[in-house]
């Protein structure tokens, strides 16, 4: 089993900046061993969307998604099984529940709660 908890949401500003955290905890095989681990992002009505992350197989890739690019930054700690997204000139339309994933090398897949992030003036 693993747990992932995300901190680091709030309010804030257009224009400014957050930055989340997911620590992941428990099984330390699946927590190395994952073929994915990184941000979606959910409002409600709406499907989750993947925003960034870390994928692992055919010697690794980073993703980011069309919207955010230029504006967030995803970033790993292996040593502290966690990842983060650094959120620059927020916007608007980046209000949403911020949700940590991972899927493992034998494809189970586990969520965080998730993290607020509101932006507004």
């Known amino acids: 089993q693993v747990q992932l908890v995300e901190s680091g949401g709030g309010l804030v500003q257009p224009g400014g900046s957050l930055r989340l955290s997911c620590v992941g905890s428990?099984?330390?095989?699946?927590?190395?061993?994952?073929?994915?681990m990184g941000w979606y992002r959910q409002t409600p009505g709406n499907e989750r969307e993947m925003v960034a992350g870390f994928f692992t197989a055919n010697g690794g890739s980073t993703y980011y998604s069309d919207s955010i690019k230029d504006r967030f930054t995803v970033s790993r700690d292996g040593a502290r099984n966690s990842v983060y997204l650094q959120m620059s000139n927020l916007k608007s339309e980046d209000t949403a529940v911020y949700l940590c994933?991972?899927?493992?090398?034998?494809?189970?897949?586990?969520w965080g709660r998730g993290t607020q992030v509101t932006v507004s003036s």
């Open positions: 994933n991972l899927i493992t090398a034998n494809k189970r897949e586990y």
């Open positions: 428990g099984n330390t095989f699946s927590l190395k061993g994952y073929t994915f």
